[in-house]
């Protein structure tokens, strides 16, 4: 979707401002927010894919002005009210007032360290040869998703160059929405910068993404 | 731009009984629930904060690189296979499943950047910083890289070409930097302190033998 995750070419977000010696945490509350997030999605009722759609389908206006943890935080909300966990009632009662969907699995403190070590590998077995191959030129499509895509704005309708041919992985587009992993082959597609931001850009620079190969047509 | 952490600086200190910030009550309200119901286990979350506070860091990141500047086996393996290349030294795991190492050269500086969200090494690098997922960086990088280079104190001969890599898919980017002239017969955890974490992000290089600066 045209949210305002898709920050890449904005302007006017000012100085980047990078803190000396930034420590991990700037609350107590982003600690509890991180564990949180990431136990209750061990509970593996969505993938990290709706995860993302739903922080980036918050309202514009929220998205940029919440800190990063609290675009979590209330992305979270929303997916454990979606999937029958919690009710708005209970989040703002601060208490348990329903039963709820009965989770696949807890994640229990003694097993933190071997998930945390494992993750969740996103590759995928996938038969069909590659389309692309590397050095060939191709242009990304220019459609404008409503769903989830990680296709950014700045690079649809380009033309680049396949620099790496990777194997299957799960596509976002689909998984995002409840529509299975259908995974497809994906390419490390290099842009000259020009041809991304026009004349006043830096001509040696260099610009790649990671796409899915429907998001690119042969040149 | 409220989403730096300068912003919300009413936090810090009301952490406790009725002093709770607004967002530290609500994640409070939402973790009660959540305990009660028995669907996350408090425990847990503590071995999770301590994992990204005390085990994954980017010290695991700077022992890499360093290993990098010292074997050229490891070098040329880490460039084939990062993720197995970097399990071989003891990290792996969530948000490092599908590594990419990309090296820097005379001539050619890499920075990372995920524009979408804010997908970044953990096994490597830990946590992200504050502005590695904010609005200014996410914007700028892509389009214009050298000015966020500057703002980090770094200014590349307009000789040197940048390559920028937007983390759109799983593969999580790690970038080798150069290592310093000066550094010949230095062991590989001497070396691991010049390689700061900016210098795997591409918004800074490592540190030279001689500097005092001692950016994180």
Request: aromatic content about 8%; glycine content about 10%; hydrophobic content about 35%.
């Amino acid at each position: 979707m045209n949210g305002p995750q898709d920050l890449g070419g904005q302007m006017g977000f000012g100085a980047i401002a990078p803190e000396p010696n930034e420590p991990i945490f700037h609350a107590a509350w982003e600690r509890r927010a991180l564990g949180v997030t990431l136990a209750a999605g061990a509970m593996g009722h969505w993938p990290g894919d709706e995860g993302r759609f739903t922080r980036e389908s918050l309202h514009p206006v929220d998205y940029l002005s919440s800190s990063y943890y609290e675009i979590w935080l209330k992305a979270l909300e929303k997916l454990l009210i979606r999937h029958g966990f919690v009710t708005r009632d209970e989040l703002v009662a601060g208490r348990a007032l329903t039963k709820g969907t009965t989770p696949k699995r807890v994640l229990a403190a003694d097993a933190v360290a071997a998930t945390l070590a494992k993750g969740s590998r996103y590759d995928r077995p996938i038969e069909a040869a590659a389309k692309f191959a590397p050095g060939q030129a191709v242009r990304t499509i220019h459609d404008h998703p409503s769903g989830h895509t990680r296709l950014p704005r700045y690079a649809r309708g380009k033309h680049g160059r396949i620099e790496a041919v990777h194997g299957g992985f799960v596509f976002p587009d689909s998984n995002a929405l409840g529509r299975g992993e259908q995974p497809q082959r994906l390419y490390t597609v290099v842009f000259h910068g020009p041809e991304l931001w026009g004349r006043d850009c830096d001509p040696g620079l260099e610009v790649s993404i990671d796409a899915w190969e429907s998001y690119l047509e042969p040149v | 731009m409220s989403m730096s952490h300068s912003d919300h600086p009413h936090d810090h200190d009301h952490e406790h009984g009725s002093d709770l910030s607004p967002t530290a009550a609500r994640v409070k309200a939402l973790e009660t629930v959540l305990t009660q119901k028995g669907l996350i286990d408090p425990a847990a979350i503590d071995a999770i904060v301590e994992t990204y506070e005390t085990k994954v860091g980017p010290r695991n990141g700077a022992q890499v690189v360093a290993t990098a500047w010292l074997d050229p086996d490891f070098r040329g393996w880490l460039a084939r296979d990062a993720t197995a290349a970097i399990a071989s030294l003891g990290y792996s795991g969530r948000q490092g499943e599908h590594m990419q190492a990309v090296f820097n050269a005379s001539g050619q500086h890499n920075l990372i950047v995920c524009t979408l969200c804010s997908c970044y090494p953990w096994t490597v690098l830990g946590l992200p910083p504050v502005w590695y997922k904010a609005p200014p960086y996410r914007s700028r990088a892509t389009i214009d890289p050298r000015s966020v280079l500057a703002e980090f104190g770094l200014t590349l001969p307009l000789s040197t070409k940048i390559r920028v890599w937007d983390s759109t898919a799983e593969l999580r980017y790690l970038v080798v930097p150069e290592r310093p002239d000066g550094t010949d017969g230095w062991s590989r955890d001497e070396l691991a302190k010049l390689v700061t974490r900016d210098s795997m992000i591409g918004t800074g290089l490592a540190k030279s033998p001689t500097s005092k600066e001692a950016r994180p």
